[in-house]
Nanobody, 119 residues
Framework: QVQLVESGGGLVQAGGSLRLSCAASGRTSRIFGLGWFRQAPGKEREFVASVSWSGGNTNYADSVKGRFTISRDNAKSSVYLQMNSLKPEDTAVYYC????????????WGQGTQVTVSS
């Protein structure tokens, strides 16, 4: 199992930036990839971005392409989400999640960090 701890959330005005961090511990050698998801009030959790642990391949939701950048630091077992040009609709709890080798889904989740974008 992988333990994940997110940080970096907060309140920002529209157009501003935030950088989220996620530190992984435990069975990090089994990580295939890490991803960011978010859940806004009254909505289902949705995919934001992901990065593969070895090759660094990235994927983004259409709603964040060109504004958000996901990156990883294998030495620190950490993944980051740089969020620029934030919009009020980006307001949500952001979760970091790990996908392990041999799995088709993200099974380990952090506790989440709140991001609030004011208009």
């Amino acid at each position: 199992q992988v333990q994940l701890v997110e940080s970096g959330g907060g309140l920002v005005q529209a157009g501003g930036s935030l950088r989220l961090s996620c530190a992984a511990s435990g069975r990090t050698s089994r990580i295939f990839g890490l991803g960011w998801f978010r859940q806004a009030p009254g909505k289902e959790r949705e995919f934001v971005a992901s990065v593969s642990w070895s090759g660094g391949n990235t994927n983004y939701a259409d709603s964040v392409k060109g504004r958000f950048t996901i990156s990883r630091d294998n030495a620190k077992s950490s993944v980051y989400l740089q969020m620029n040009s934030l919009k009020p609709e980006d307001t949500a709890v952001y979760y970091c999640a790990a996908r392990q080798v041999g799995s088709t889904r993200h099974e380990d989740w952090g506790q989440g960090t709140q991001v609030t974008v004011s208009s």
